[in-house]
């Protein structure tokens, strides 16, 4: 059974940090390319960062949060993080878990993060 399950969001204030984690099972982990989106109210859910599956992972990120966000991937754990730093509150969104291998793909539930004074 295939299992998606993030986990670390929250409530912080602005400038704060927070680090969320997807822990995966039910497939090969180190094969696929794991990658964190974001939806925010009545908008639509966008890529925020992407790791590959080889031993280089490489990332990339999207402009909005480059230079503060940092993606990276424990495949001995099956999990990747997201570290999240200098949180501002356009940051709010719901954040989902995503990995991708061919015609495989897999989504989490989601996890709140709320960016508020």
């Known amino acids: 059974q295939v299992r998606v399950v993030e986990s670390g969001g929250g409530l912080v204030q602005p400038g704060g940090s927070l680090r969320l984690s997807c822990a995966a099972s039910g497939f090969t982990f180190s094969k696929f390319a794991m990658s964190w989106y974001r939806q925010a109210p009545g908008k639509e859910r966008e890529l925020v960062a992407r790791i590959t599956s080889d031993v280089v992972g490489s990332t990339n990120y999207a402009d909005s949060v480059k230079g503060r966000f940092t993606i990276s991937r424990d495949n001995a754990k099956n999990t990747v993080y997201l570290q999240m730093n200098s949180l501002k509150p356009e940051d709010t969104a719901v954040y989902y878990c995503?990995?991708?291998?061919?015609?495989?793909?897999?989504w989490g539930q989601g996890t709140q993060v709320t960016v508020s004074s």
């Open positions: 995503y990995g991708a291998f061919r015609l495989l793909d897999y």
